[in-house]
């Protein structure tokens, strides 16, 4: 047990470090690093990493070029204009991740951006992932970037559809397009794909013009290729 004179030394010490903190000397563990990272992504440079650590010692770099400042100046036009604040590293870290990599493990923080307009949804199920929003890429002045990014490939369209289909069995024009509402296709778009999916087992049930008709998996899905 601890003597009465090591309590009262501990409880000087804590006394001293709390006014010290009340003075703004001293911060609490952990404080620091979170200041790190929202400043270095905050002034355009970039996250900070961790490549090197070890299990002797632990390695920060900072990353002390500019990289983009758009995105710092993008950030504080939003957080004026829809009176929100960045108060967390956790944010700027979020959306230096959803801006490089397309994606974020923390939903909360998505549904966050998504509700303040701050990013866009792309793609659904597995394939999902997340971009800044349209007014980042024309503050920018990047709108093919955001047409790049926003649009599914072929090869992701006719995925879509093979999976709306595996999922529910058979599929008419109408869902086809309430599937591509986000990124509309005309009719004629969506019918070309679905041929293209035909010789590789997908199926056109009933006459083709004809309002019965619908689209549908030949034998078992899981027979066709993923």
Same mark, same amino acid.
């Given at each position: 047990m601890r003597s009465?004179?090591?309590l009262v030394e501990m409880d000087n010490n804590t006394l001293?470090?709390?006014t010290l903190q009340i003075i703004g000397l001293v911060e609490r563990s952990g404080v620091g690093l979170d200041r790190i990272f929202m400043t270095s992504i905050s002034e355009g440079k970039g996250a900070p990493d961790f490549f090197g650590t070890n299990d002797e010692y632990v390695v920060l770099n900072i990353p002390a070029k500019i990289k983009d400042l758009n995105f710092v100046?993008? =950030? @504080?036009?939003?957080a004026a204009e829809k009176q929100i604040t960045f108060g967390q590293a956790k944010d700027f870290v979020e959306l230096e991740n959803i801006r490089k990599f397309g994606k974020s493990n923390d939903k909360a923080r998505l549904r966050y951006f998504l509700e303040n307009g701050l990013?866009?949804?792309i793609g659904i199920?597995?394939?999902?992932k997340y971009i800044l929003s349209k007014q980042f890429y024309e503050f920018i002045d990047?709108?093919?970037?955001?047409?790049?990014l926003k649009w599914l490939n072929k090869d992701e369209q006719k995925m879509l559809l093979l999976n709306y289909l595996k999922q529910h069995e058979k599929g008419?024009?109408?869902?086809?397009?309430?599937?591509?509402?986000?990124?509309? =296709? @005309?009719?004629?778009?969506?019918n070309r794909l679905l041929n293209e999916l035909a010789g590789g087992g997908v199926?056109?049930?009933g006459k083709r013009r004809s309002k019965s008709g619908y689209w549908k998996i030949k034998g078992n899905s899981n027979d066709i290729e993923k």
């Open positions: 009465g004179e090591d001293r470090m709390e100046y993008y =950030l @504080k036009k939003v990013i866009e949804k199920g597995k394939g999902t990047k709108r093919s970037e955001y047409t790049r008419r024009m109408r869902d086809f397009r309430e599937l591509f509402k986000e990124r509309p =296709l @005309k009719n004629q778009q969506i199926d056109f049930e």
